[in-house]
């Protein structure tokens, strides 16, 4: 087994972000780190047929997906696919391909050469992406005071979830560094004793990444390393025109980030009306569960 592995979650929509994520690494990963792209089935011979030159090992949704009904039984009804699409990313582990696994999403790039020995603090303590979120936080003071109520909110949630007392943290902006102990530790310790499923878990506190740090921090079961994130995270476009007028590029980001996230909710100008359009069909959602409509699995 692999110490440290690369995971993407992707479909077609964000197939050229993917590939130039994968050649970003197919550049930059010196110690050739395996890279493993998860795709819809119906989607695997796309991508393959669009990656043939790039050296990456494919898997189906599916694939990993079977394994977590195995294990939590079959999906909700009217499961949301944003939730699909964490649910993926959480249960990678079971594939059993690596120790760790650094996740890393389509719409992100490596900017320059990187190394298996820069995830980790020492041989045996992977880094853990943990701050305070302060340039999202100095971005909504400006344009949005809603963006941190909706981060202090999510999080408050989660520290209460796993009964943690103390500051709060934010473990997002990915590329994400998991161990597949810890997501064992949190199927095993924590939601088998309540008789929880991970997707009862998800759509109560639908945030993976919170969800991972949290329980990690409030368990205790292995040694803990935090660290700022690894990539420039650009959330929203106006962060992305500062930078650029503070002149920041790819070269000077380089000297302190690994690699760059734009999101593409922002970067597609059709994600807009899709986004509105996903609102108003997780209204209807809502209002079917109030209704008793969400079948035998109840939440």
């Known amino acids: 087994m692999k110490k ?156 209460q979830l796993f009964g943690r007392k103390g500051d709060s943290f934010d473990f997002g902006e990915p590329p994400l560094l998991w161990t597949c102990a810890v997501l064992e530790a949190l199927f095993t310790d924590f939601l088998q004793p309540k008789g929880m499923t991970i997707y009862e878990l998800l759509y109560s506190h639908p945030c993976e990444m919170q969800l991972y740090g949290e329980f990690l921090l409030a368990s205790k079961i292995r040694k803990i390393e935090p660290r700022e994130p690894f990539f420039k995270f650009f959330h929203y476009p106006e962060q992305f025109f500062k930078a650029q007028r503070e002149g920041e590029a790819e070269f000077t980001l380089a000297k302190k980030y690994m690699g760059i996230v734009m999101q593409s909710n922002w970067t597609d100008p059709k994600e807009k009306k899709k986004n509105d359009l996903a609102r108003f069909k997780k209204f209807l959602r809502e209002q079917q569960r109030k209704l008793g409509l969400m079948g035998s699995q109840q939440f």
């Open 4 to 159: 440290l592995v690369l995971f993407c979650k992707s479909y077609s929509k964000d197939m050229l972000r993917a590939k130039r994520m994968a050649k970003s690494v197919q550049m930059f990963n010196h110690d050739a780190i395996p890279l493993y792209i998860s795709v819809p089935s119906c989607e695997l011979d796309l991508f393959k047929e669009n990656f043939k030159d790039i050296p990456c090992r494919f898997l189906s949704d599916e694939e990993i997906l079977d394994n977590c009904i195995k294990v939590h039984g079959p999906f909700p009804r009217l499961f949301p696919n944003y939730l699909m699409q964490q649910l993926v990313k959480l249960e990678f582990w079971r594939l059993k391909k690596s120790d760790h696994y650094l996740w890393i999403d389509s719409d992100a790039y490596f900017l320059r050469p990187f190394y298996e020995k820069e995830f980790f603090y020492d041989e045996n303590t992977p880094f853990l992406v943990m701050h305070k979120a302060t340039d999202l936080r100095e971005f909504s003071k400006k344009h949005n005071p809603k963006i941190a109520e909706r981060l202090d909110n999510r999080i408050e949630k989660i520290q």
